[in-house]
């Protein structure tokens, strides 16, 4: 257990068991990434699956990200505007308010340091998947934990490099 965990696109998919674990408190996840072409997109991070998880990801030409509230709702926050070109960082806060269950609070996602988009989402308190759906970096090669990405299976970002993701609890 610690306070930051970074991870890499190329990694094999992380088992849940030993992967960074968000549940029932505030985390922020960043990836450091490099956009060559406004038409980039796919996953950056994606951990869970269809029953239960939560994806950061580009679509369109605008970050966005889902919580798959145990498979039965998708709380999706989207980039008031586009993603730029060229080196950025691209960040999903949730700040957990109270002490409640299932853990509700805000999501922010931020490209570099300014707040593009918010909304109040509740995350799962327990494990995302009795199966293994593990943590992904620059795909989502299982079960995927939305229909909404961009592109086939495995739903591969494309159009730039991502350098590292990094998720602080």
Not at 28 to 49: P, Q, R, S, Y
Not at 61 to 83: A, F, R, T
Not at 97 to 102: K, L, Q
Not at 106 to 111: D, G, M, N
Request: proline share 5%; with cysteine.
């Amino acid at each position: 257990p610690r306070d930051q965990y970074e991870y890499y696109t190329g990694c094999e998919e992380v088992p849940e068991s030993v992967a960074v674990n968000v549940r029932n408190r505030s985390y922020g996840i960043t990836a450091d990434v490099t956009i060559d072409t406004k038409e980039a997109g796919g996953v950056l991070f994606a951990h869970g699956c269809r029953f239960g998880g939560h994806a950061l990801y580009i679509k369109d030409g605008k970050l966005k990200y889902d919580y798959n509230y145990v498979g039965e709702e998708d709380q999706y926050v989207e980039s008031s505007k586009p993603d730029p070109t060229g080196d950025c960082r691209l960040s999903a806060v949730f700040e957990k308010e109270g002490d409640g269950m299932p853990t509700t609070g805000t999501l922010s996602l931020y490209i570099d340091k300014e707040k593009v988009g918010e909304a109040k989402i509740k995350t799962q308190p327990g494990k995302f998947s009795l199966a293994g759906e593990g943590l992904n970096i620059g795909r989502d090669g299982g079960e995927p934990v939305t229909a909404d990405y961009p592109g086939d299976a495995p739903w591969a970002f494309t159009g730039g490099t991502i350098h590292k993701v990094i998720v602080d609890v």
